[in-house]
């Protein structure tokens, strides 16, 4: 019922900036929450933001707030994430995610970054950003 298709990842050095994209096809009511989630090689998936499609509420993990942006273009139905001052430890896969779900069932209010996405129905085939010291 969801198609997402990311792109934007790509080789940058540290205190870069990256813009990663999500074209996402399909019923909205399937999508009321999107976000973006990453996973390092020998490391567990953990949640990077999330945005409520209907009011653009938004939720970051801790490590990236501040230098991290969601956000989406509804008319486009594509999701962004703004990604500035990248570090090293910020390589990983990147995969954009919709559920149906609200996002605080998903992760809670301030548990973004412990989120592992289980559970979420839909994902992208993911996109990969490297960050060199």
């Known amino acids: 019922q969801v198609q997402l298709v990311e792109s934007g990842g790509d080789s940058v050095q540290a205190g870069g900036s990256l813009r990663l994209s999500c074209a996402a096809s399909?019923?909205?009511?399937?999508?009321?929450?999107m976000g973006w989630f990453r996973q390092a090689p020998g490391k567990e998936r953990e949640g990077v933001a999330t945005?409520?499609?209907?009011?653009?509420?938004?939720y970051y993990a801790a490590s990236v707030k501040g230098r991290f942006t969601i956000s989406q273009d509804n008319a486009k139905n594509t999701l962004y994430l703004q990604m500035n001052s990248l570090k090293p430890e910020d390589t990983a896969m990147y995969y954009c995610?919709?559920?149906?779900?609200?996002?605080?069932?998903?992760?809670?209010?301030?548990?973004?970054?412990?989120?592992?996405?289980?559970?979420?129905?839909?994902w992208g085939q993911g996109t990969q950003v490297t960050v060199s010291p």
């Open positions: 995610a919709a559920d149906p779900r609200p996002c605080t069932v998903i992760h809670g209010e301030d548990g973004v970054a412990r989120a592992t996405g289980t559970g979420v129905p839909y």
């Open positions: 399909g019923y909205t009511y399937n999508r009321r929450c």
């Open positions: 945005i409520y499609t209907t009011w653009d509420s938004t």
